[in-house]
Structure formats: C-alpha cells, structure tokens
C-alpha cells in the first residue's frame, strides 16, 4: 500500500520488538513523502507506528531487501539513520 503513494520510490513494513516491547510495525521508505502524506495515505488501516526514511535499501546479493539491515527506530516518529554503507 505504501508503494502506491506517488513520492514513495521503495517501501517495506516489518514487525519487530522496540526497546524489548510488544512488536512494532515499521515503515521504511525511499522518496520524498512525509510521516503525515503516508499515514494519510494509509487511511489510518495497519499503520506503522515507526518512519523510518532511507536513501536507499539495503539489498542482498541476490536483490532481494535485507531486512537484517534495517535499523531499528529509537523512537517514535520519523527516523533518518546515519548513511548506512551497503
């Protein structure tokens, strides 16, 4: 659903366990769409509680999202990790 937004390049949302709390969902995207274009766009249906904006994701040797590599939010909002060499 997120990639369907016209100012998302790539998305992915992963379940994963915050500050060892319930799991999460987290948003990663690629693009210029903010936190508050995507929620919109979202229609409040499954939407993360974490924004995690990235340059480029991190893929495998295959191609395929390495969602290994995917840095895991701090805090709620938007978070934009320090470049991440791939």
Not at 50 to 67: I, N, Q
């Amino acid at each position: 659903m997120l990639q369907k937004h016209p100012r998302v390049r790539e998305a992915i949302v992963i379940s994963a366990s915050i500050k060892e709390t319930d799991n999460e969902l987290i948003a990663y995207t690629t693009g210029v769409a903010t936190v508050i274009e995507l929620k919109e766009h979202l229609l409040w249906y499954m939407v993360p509680g974490y924004y995690v904006h990235l340059d480029l994701m991190p893929v495998t040797d295959t191609g395929k999202v390495d969602r290994k590599a995917l840095p895991i939010p701090e805090s709620s909002g938007i978070f934009k990790p320090p470049h991440i060499a791939l």
